[in-house]
C-alpha cells in the first residue's frame, strides 16, 4: 500500500514537469519566431526627420584616401536609428552615380545596435559582404570610413564590431578582418594615415 | 629491482619505442630547383619509400593529374604520362617512350605514389630538365643547375681560421656541441666535397666532415676550443675561428648593432656562452641557448591559395598566384643577400589564418612577411598591424589576438626601411597600418606587403622584370633594418 502523502507528492511533482515541459515549448516557440518576427519588421529606415548636419568619411580609391565630408541629411530620432541613417548615408555615396569607393548594388545597413558600454555593432547585408573588391587597401578603406563616421556621428562609441547578415565573418572579401572588435582609437590612427596618399 | 623501478624501466622503454617510431615517420625528400627548395614527406609501402609525384612537380611548373580507374594521367607543361596502379610500366606519350620503375606505381585517393628510388630518371623524362643529379640514400634531388659547391681551406694564421667558400650564398644553422661545430644545411643544394673527412694540421680545428641524411647536409668541423663563425662577401664566405681567450665585453655597445652580415658562435665546450668575440667584422648575438645561434630568418607567406583564390586580378589570374611568384622572387633575393627565408606556402595549398600564424610562429623567425597583390592602386604598399604598441609585459606568454603588439615598433621600422628603399628604386611606396590576420597572432615583426601594378595597366604586375625589382627593393630594405630586427628580438 503506498502512503497518501507519497501519492499527493508524486502527482504535484509530475504536475510541475509537466507546466515547465509546457512552459519551455512556448518559450522555444517565441524564440523560433523572434528572427521571423525582426525580419519581416526589417524595412529600409525611411529618411524623415528634420535635416541635420553631420561628418562623413568618405573613401576614395583614387588615391586611396578618407576624406571628412560634411553632409545635410534627415534624421530621425532614436538613437540607433540616427546611427544607421548616418551610415547608409555613407553607403549611398559609394552606391552613386560618380562613386568614389565602388561597392557591390544593394549594398545596405541592415542595423546598427549601440550596446552599453561603449561598444556598436554595424549589421551590413550579404550584397555589401559577397559583392565587396578583394585587397587589403580597398576594404580597409571600406572598414574605416564606416567605424569612423559612427564613431563621430554618435558619442560613446569606442567599440565596433561588424557582422553580415548578423553573423561573424573572418574577412569583408579576403582580406580585413572582422572577427575582430574595431577599437575606434585604432581606427582613428589609420584614418589619419589615410588621409593623404603619401 | 623492485616493482616501481620495473615500471620506470617499462615507461622508459615505451617511451623509447614512440620516440623511434616518430623518428621513423619523419622520412624526408628534399628537392632543389632553380624556383625553389622544398621538402616533401615519405611514406612506406612495402618497405619501400614512396613520394607523391604531384607535391614534387607543382613547383617545378604547370601539373595536371587526372584518373580513369586503375589508369593515373599526369600532364606536366606539354609533356603526358600514364600510370598504372600497381604496375611498374609508365608510358610516356610525348616521346612514345616506356619506362619502367623499380616498383610498382601505388594509385591511393586519386594520388599517384612513385617510389622515391626511381625519382632522379622520372623527373629527368617528366621534365626534361638537365642535369638531374639524385642522392638517393640522403634523398636529395638537385633539379637543374642548382649545386652549390665549397671549399675548406685552414688558413694557419693565429689565430688559425677556417675558410669555406661557397657558389652561392649559403645560411646554415650553426650549433656547437663539445668538441665539435655542427653547419647545418637544409635549404641550400649543397654538394658533397671531392674528399671527406679532411683532417687539418692544426690542434684546434682538427678535421672536418661532411655528411648527408635524410634531405639534410651536415658539415662537421672537430675542434678543441670555441669557435667564432663570421660570414662575409655576401653570404658566400663562412670562416671559423678560435674565439678570442678572456675577453671580457669591453665593447659592449656593439651588441646593440650587428653587422648584418655576421653571425657568431658562442658556446663553448661546456655549453656556456663564449665570450664577445673582437674579430673586425662580427659582433656577438646573444645565446639564448646553450647549443646553436639565433639565426636571422625571414618566413614569407604567399597568401591565399588553394581553394581561396584572394582578388582576381583578371579573369585568369588570381591573387593566389601572383603573390607565390613575388614570395618566390622575394626569396631569392634575400638570399643572396645572406639571409636565409622559408616560404610558407610553396604550392597551391590551402592553409587557414591561424595555421599559418602557427607555422610561422613555430619557425621563430625574425621577420614575417605576408605577400598580397591588388589591381587598384600603383606601386606597393607596406602594412602592419593595427594593434598599438605595448611592452612585452605578458613574458613568454603572448595573448593570440594580441601577440604582436610588443613588435609594432619593429614591424613599423621594417616597414619604412622596405618603403624607403623601393622609393630608391622609383616604385611608389607607401607605409600603413592594417586589420589583415595572422599578422596580430606573430609573435615576430609582420609586414604585409600589397603590390600593385607600377602603372595604371595590370600586365605590368606580372612582368618578370617588375617583379625582380619590387623583390630586390624589399630584400635591400630588410637587410637595412636587419639591425633593428635584430635589435628588436
Do not use: C
Not at chain 2, 603526358?80 to 610498382?104: C, G, H, I, M, Y
Not at chain 2, 643547375?145 to 650553426?174: D, G, H, Y
Not at chain 2, 591559395?305 to 607565390?324: H, I, N
Amino acid at each position: 500500500m503506498i502512503p497518501r502523502h507519497l501519492k499527493i507528492g508524486v502527482a504535484v511533482m509530475l504536475a510541475t514537469v509537466l507546466g515547465l515541459t509546457g512552459y519551455l515549448w512556448r518559450l522555444k516557440g517565441h524564440a523560433a519566431q523572434a528572427p521571423q518576427v525582426l525580419e519581416a519588421a526589417h524595412v529600409p529606415p525611411p529618411a524623415s526627420g528634420p535635416k541635420e548636419q553631420v561628418t562623413l568619411y568618405i573613401a576614395y580609391d583614387d588615391p586611396g584616401i578618407i576624406a571628412r565630408r560634411a553632409a545635410s541629411i534627415p534624421l530621425p530620432q532614436g538613437r540607433q536609428e540616427r546611427a544607421q541613417e548616418v551610415l547608409q548615408a555613407v553607403l549611398n555615396a559609394y552606391l552613386a552615380e560618380d562613386s568614389p569607393h565602388a561597392i557591390a548594388p544593394g549594398s545596405e545597413i541592415r542595423n546598427v545596435y549601440l550596446v552599453e558600454p561603449g561598444l556598436a555593432v554595424i549589421d551590413v547585408n550579404a550584397a555589401l559582404a559577397d559583392g565587396h573588391r578583394s585587397g587589403i587597401l580597398v576594404e580597409e578603406l571600406t572598414i574605416v570610413s564606416l567605424v569612423q563616421t559612427l564613431s563621430t556621428n554618435v558619442p560613446g562609441v569606442n567599440r565596433v564590431k561588424i557582422l553580415v547578415e548578423g553573423k561573424e565573418r573572418e574577412t569583408l572579401a579576403g582580406h580585413a578582418d572582422l572577427s575582430t572588435t574595431y577599437d575606434t582609437a585604432n581606427v582613428q590612427q589609420l584614418a589619419d594615415q589615410l588621409k593623404t596618399a603619401n | 629491482m623492485d616493482f616501481q623501478n620495473k615500471l620506470l624501466l617499462a615507461l622508459v622503454l615505451i617511451a623509447g619505442a614512440f620516440l623511434s617510431l616518430a623518428r621513423a615517420e619523419e622520412k624526408r625528400i628534399a628537392i632543389f630547383s632553380p624556383q625553389t627548395s622544398f621538402t616533401l614527406p615519405v611514406t612506406e609501402r612495402d618497405g619501400r619509400d614512396y613520394v607523391g609525384l604531384v607535391d614534387v612537380l607543382e613547383p617545378l611548373g604547370s601539373v595536371r593529374a587526372t584518373t580513369d580507374g586503375n589508369k593515373w594521367k599526369l600532364r606536366f607543361e606539354q609533356r603526358e604520362a600514364e600510370f598504372v596502379d600497381r604496375q611498374t610500366l609508365v608510358k610516356l606519350n610525348t616521346k612514345n617512350k616506356k619506362f619502367d620503375l623499380p616498383a610498382s606505381f601505388r594509385l591511393e585517393s586519386n594520388r599517384g605514389l612513385v617510389p622515391v628510388a626511381a625519382l632522379g630518371s622520372l623527373i629527368s623524362q617528366l621534365t626534361g630538365i638537365s642535369p638531374i643529379v639524385f642522392h638517393e640514400d640522403s634523398r636529395r634531388l638537385f633539379v637543374g643547375k642548382v649545386a652549390v659547391r665549397f671549399t675548406e681551406e685552414l688558413q694557419k694564421e693565429n689565430p688559425p681560421r677556417l675558410v669555406l667558400n661557397f657558389t652561392s650564398p649559403a645560411s646554415p644553422t650553426i650549433a656547437s656541441e663539445p668538441g665539435k661545430v655542427r653547419l647545418t644545411f637544409t635549404r641550400e643544394p649543397i654538394m658533397p666535397p671531392p674528399v671527406s673527412p679532411v683532417k687539418f694540421d692544426d690542434a684546434v680545428i682538427t678535421s672536418a666532415q661532411y655528411e648527408e641524411a635524410n634531405g639534410i647536409a651536415v658539415l662537421t668541423v672537430f675542434t678543441t676550443a670555441p669557435l667564432l663563425a663570421s660570414f662575409s662577401n655576401e653570404g658566400r664566405t663562412l670562416t671559423l675561428t678560435r674565439a678570442p681567450q678572456a675577453q671580457v665585453a669591453p665593447q659592449a655597445n656593439n651588441a646593440s648593432s650587428p653587422s648584418p652580415q655576421a653571425q657568431t658562435l658562442g658556446p663553448t665546450t661546456n655549453g656556456t656562452p663564449a665570450t664577445p668575440p673582437l674579430a673586425s667584422g662580427t659582433v656577438e648575438v646573444p645565446e639564448t641557448t646553450g647549443t646553436g645561434l639565433r639565426h636571422f630568418f625571414a618566413v614569407i607567406d604567399a597568401a591565399h591559395g588553394g581553394t581561396e583564390r584572394g582578388a582576381g586580378l583578371s579573369d585568369a589570374l588570381p591573387e593566389k598566384d601572383v603573390v607565390l611568384s613575388f614570395a618566390r622572387y622575394l626569396q631569392k633575393e634575400l638570399q643572396t643577400r645572406g639571409i636565409s627565408a622559408l616560404i610558407l606556402r610553396d604550392s597551391d595549398a590551402t592553409l587557414s589564418l591561424d595555421q599559418r600564424a602557427s607555422l610561422a610562429n613555430s619557425a621563430h623567425p625574425m621577420l614575417y612577411i605576408t605577400m598580397h597583390a591588388a589591381s587598384q592602386g600603383k606601386g606597393v604598399r607596406i602594412y602592419t598591424s593595427l594593434l598599438p604598441f605595448s611592452g612585452n609585459a605578458n613574458g613568454p606568454f603572448q595573448p593570440w589576438e594580441a601577440a604582436q603588439a610588443p613588435h609594432v615598433r619593429t614591424a613599423v621600422a621594417t616597414a619604412d626601411s622596405v618603403a624607403s628603399e623601393l622609393r630608391k628604386h622609383d616604385i611608389r611606396a607607401r607605409v600603413l597600418s592594417a586589420p589583415l590576420r595572422p599578422m596580430n597572432n606573430l609573435i615576430a615583426a609582420a609586414i604585409a606587403i600589397e603590390v600593385a601594378p607600377p602603372d595604371a595597366e595590370l600586365p605590368g604586375l606580372v612582368s618578370p622584370n617588375y617583379q625582380q625589382s619590387v623583390a630586390s627593393a624589399i630584400a635591400d630594405g630588410i637587410l637595412a633594418a636587419r639591425p633593428q630586427l635584430e635589435a628588436g628580438r
